[in-house]
């Protein structure tokens, strides 16, 4: 899935601060969201995707982020959902858990997606605390009122740190998305990562035309979910 110079990209990234351009992360309650948002106390049921760069579009117009995208295919597919964008670069599954509830307090999602994990493993981080930031942001969404439908998106790890690793890794995501009743999105980069014309020069980061790949590979599996919320 991931070609050679990419995994060399990823050797290199992994010495800064991983998908944030050099940034470190935000703190919990700043909403450094990249993608243009219907303003709170919409009537569409939201949809809101906790993430990374990836998903706040870093070196991207907020208009090009893929979550930007995917709310362009909804409309176009005649769905009304309002799709809210809550990346934030350089953030590990720690980061995504110790914001989450100002998020989920304040959108009061229909859909909940997390997209998560990426610099947990650029920076080497243990699979197992991987799992428990998961587990622990998923449970707190679902116990909101009324409990959203959950979303995981499955990510990659760097295949620098070694098979087991790579394999411990790929594993906490359909693990935890089995545990916790999410819809587990397969890696919504394949056909994108590693392909030096669909990636920023830090061969990390989407290019527009490689984040519109991206949501059209995440629509994929996300169009019967939220096609089966708007007649729930």
């Known amino acids: 899935m991931m070609q050679a110079k990419y995994s060399r990209t990823l050797l290199f990234v992994s010495l800064l601060t991983a998908c944030g351009g050099g940034k470190g992360e935000s703190t919990p309650s ?30 991207l117009d907020p208009s090009q982020a893929w979550p930007a995208v995917l709310q362009r295919i909804i409309d176009s597919a005649g769905l009304s959902l309002r799709v809210v964008n809550a990346g934030v670069s350089g953030e590990t599954s720690a ?9 989920l ?16 493993g650029l920076r080497g981080q243990n699979p197992d605390s991987l799992k428990a930031n998961i587990l622990a ?5 679902h116990r909101l009122q009324p409990s959203p439908r959950l979303v995981l ?10 098979d087991e690793y790579t394999r411990r890794f790929r594993a ?17 980069l394949a056909d994108v990562a590693g392909v030096d014309s669909l990636n920023q020069p830090d061969g990390i980061h989407p290019t ?24 729930r």
């Open 30 to 59: 700043g909403d450094t969201s990249r993608a243009a948002r219907t303003p709170t106390g919409g009537t569409e049921p939201t949809v809101l995707i906790v993430g990374t760069s990836l998903t706040a579009g870093y070196g």
């Open 95 to 103: 980061g995504a858990l110790r914001r989450v509830d100002w998020l």
């Open 105 to 120: 307090q304040r959108e009061r999602p229909a859909v909940f997606m997390l997209e998560t994990g990426g610099n947990d």
């Open 137 to 141: 942001i998923l449970e707190r969404a």
């Open 153 to 162: 998106f499955a990510m990659e790890a760097p295949p620098n740190l070694g």
């Open 172 to 188: 906490v995501y359909p693990d935890a998305a089995k545990a916790a009743g999410a819809t587990l999105v397969p890696f919504f």
């Open 208 to 231: 527009a035309r490689g984040a519109r790949l991206a949501a059209g590979n995440a629509w994929k599996a996300l169009e019967p979910l939220l096609r089966q919320e708007l007649v």
